[in-house]
């Protein structure tokens, strides 16, 4: 696990997702969502010692308690139906537990709710206090879509975990399946959209590095 302080919830600025991210601005989540979804003017307060169901979602997920988070995870919704972000936490359990239709059916409904959410900055594998648990649950995935190939749900979930592990051309593959059964996904058009976002910024970078390069050349010889 991380040290007992990035389990701290209501930090003022901080993103808590899992455990703590940091400042919300440098993971690029909107205000908006910020202060709709994740703030509560509350003192700071440890997810092991907390008896709100959010708390206890992160905590048995945290312990490695997967099936008892995604129960934590059903109270949290219930009690706040309208907050994305439960959504899309609860479908990280999902994908431990290794229900991949519930947490396709989360993540869209999540991003429906937040659809910033493919602009934010974070990295699925940090969720985790072990990396084991991350590389059993990708692992899980990966199996599943290869022993189910027809399964465009658990394409659009493996190409999900790929987009926020920043493998963009694993994930444009996933994406490209699931809009081959359905044209008009949104959330897989929006995450391609920002890949190819992304591949275009860094072709200019790319260009704009070879051409300074190409004038230093020049006026060294």
């Given at each position: 696990?991380?040290?007992?302080?990035?389990?701290?919830?209501?930090?003022?600025?901080?993103?808590?997702?899992?455990?703590?991210?940091?400042?919300?601005?440098?993971?690029?989540?909107?205000?908006?969502?910020?202060?709709?979804?994740i703030y509560r003017d509350e003192e700071p307060v440890d997810i092991f010692d907390d008896?709100?169901?959010?708390?206890?979602?992160?905590?048995?997920?945290?312990?490695?308690?997967?099936?008892?988070?995604?129960?934590?995870?059903?109270?949290?919704?219930?009690?706040?139906?309208?907050?994305?972000?439960?959504?899309?936490?609860?479908?990280?359990?999902?994908?431990?537990?290794?229900?991949?239709?519930?947490?396709?059916?989360?993540?869209?409904?999540?991003?429906?709710?937040?659809?910033?959410?493919?602009?934010?900055?974070?990295?699925?594998?940090?969720?985790?206090?072990?990396?084991?648990?991350?590389?059993?649950?990708?692992?899980?995935?990966?199996?599943?879509?290869?022993?189910?190939?027809?399964?465009?749900?658990?394409?659009?979930?493996?190409?999900?975990?790929?987009?926020?592990?920043?493998?963009?051309?694993?994930?444009?593959?996933?994406?490209?399946?699931?809009?081959?059964?359905?044209?008009?996904?949104?959330?897989?058009?929006?995450?391609?959209?920002?890949?190819?976002?992304?591949?275009?910024?860094?072709?200019?970078?790319?260009?704009?590095?070879?051409?300074?390069?190409?004038?230093?050349?020049?006026?060294?010889?």
């Amino acid at each position: 696990m991380y040290p007992r302080s990035y389990y701290t919830r209501h930090r003022r600025d901080s993103f808590y997702f899992f455990i703590d991210l940091g400042d919300y601005r440098r993971r690029n989540l909107s205000t908006r969502v910020y202060e709709d979804t994740i703030y509560r003017d509350e003192e700071p307060v440890d997810i092991f010692d907390d008896r709100d169901a959010l708390s206890r979602a992160y905590a048995a997920f945290g312990e490695g308690k997967f099936y008892d988070s995604v129960v934590e995870f059903n109270q949290a919704i219930e009690d706040d139906p309208d907050n994305g972000i439960l959504y899309l936490a609860r479908a990280q359990a999902h994908i431990a537990i290794e229900d991949y239709r519930a947490a396709y059916d989360d993540i869209i409904t999540g991003m429906e709710f937040v659809p910033e959410w493919a602009e934010v900055e974070f990295s699925i594998a940090e969720l985790y206090g072990d990396p084991d648990w991350f590389r059993n649950h990708f692992d899980s995935l990966s199996n599943w879509v290869n022993k189910y190939p027809r399964d465009y749900k658990a394409h659009f979930v493996l190409g999900y975990i790929h987009y926020f592990q920043q493998d963009y051309e694993a994930a444009k593959s996933e994406f490209i399946y699931t809009l081959a059964w359905d044209e008009e996904h949104a959330p897989a058009s929006q995450m391609m959209e920002s890949i190819l976002a992304i591949e275009a910024e860094s072709e200019v970078l790319a260009a704009e590095k070879g051409e300074a390069e190409s004038d230093l050349e020049d006026e060294n010889l």
